[in-house]
């Protein structure tokens, strides 16, 4: 089988993360993508809900996908997470199937600076994605990616759909442009901190679960006064 692996804080879960996990799913033509919420992240953001919430929201957020799957690999231990054991782990797990790591451009420009990028990249094919704010040009300068600048410059003009090449390490490597979302996990986590709604933001049992266990210091909206005028 062909198995995305879609690892993030996912703090919370929001609609932008799901489309891109559905986009690349049919894009790339994979079988299931399986997300891997992280348990204690090499560089923690502020208001960070505890893994096991987290993992929970995950739950809820993909539970009605059939081709969504769910582990808890990371969320299990209390040490910092980093992505070249996880996928050591899921070598393990599924030694016959077909593992593509996806993550967006800027992620993929800063893999120098993760734990071991060499190995990392000898473990999966990987799927990089389009985001907000980064281009595709921009990959030129990666010292893992082989790719004709004419190339990246048709997928940022939205002239092709994506691209296939290799990685330096021989792994397969697929450019996908997806359709852009500007929504954001920080900003999810101030509109909810100010009262603000977050509604359509992400779905409506995660926000329930935000609610109900009061996370990212939840504040209930406040009503919105009605002003009339007076007319004599």
């Known amino acids: 089988m062909k198995l995305g692996i879609l690892g993030g804080t996912f703090n919370p879960i929001h609609f932008g993360h799901l489309r891109a996990a559905e986009e690349a799913l049919v894009m790339a033509g994979l ?3 399986i997300f891997i919420p992280s348990g204690k992240p090499p560089l923690k953001a502020e208001n960070t809900a505890p893994a096991q919430r987290r ?10 996908n059939p081709q969504f799957d769910l582990l808890d690999l990371e969320c299990r231990t209390r040490q910092k997470s980093y992505t070249v054991q996880t996928l050591e782990r899921l070598r393990d797990l599924y030694p016959d199937d077909s593992l593509y790591f996806i993550l967006g451009i800027d992620a993929f420009l800063d893999i120098p600076n993760w734990y071991r990028p060499e190995r990392l990249l000898s473990l999966a094919d ?3 994605l389009s985001r907000p704010g980064c281009r595709f ?8 990616l082989s790719a004709k600048k004419e190339i990246l410059r048709k997928l940022d003009l939205g002239a092709i759909p994506s691209y296939s090449t290799k990685l330096g390490s021989g792994k397969a490597v697929m450019l996908l442009n997806v359709s852009p979302s500007n929504i954001s996990a920080t900003d999810i ?8 709604s977050v509604k359509y933001l992400l779905p409506a049992e995660v926000e329930s679960y935000i609610i ?17 005028e007076c007319r004599s």
């Open 31 to 33: 079988d299931i993508i």
């Open 55 to 64: 993992y929970e929201m995950v739950r809820l957020a993909i539970k009605k």
């Open 126 to 128: 990987f799927l990089i």
């Open 137 to 144: 040009a921009d990959l030129a300068a990666s010292p893992y």
């Open 189 to 196: 986590r101030t509109r909810i901190t100010e009262g603000k």
């Open 212 to 228: 109900s266990h009061k996370l990212y210091a939840f504040r209930k909206p406040q009503d919105r006064a009605v002003k009339r």
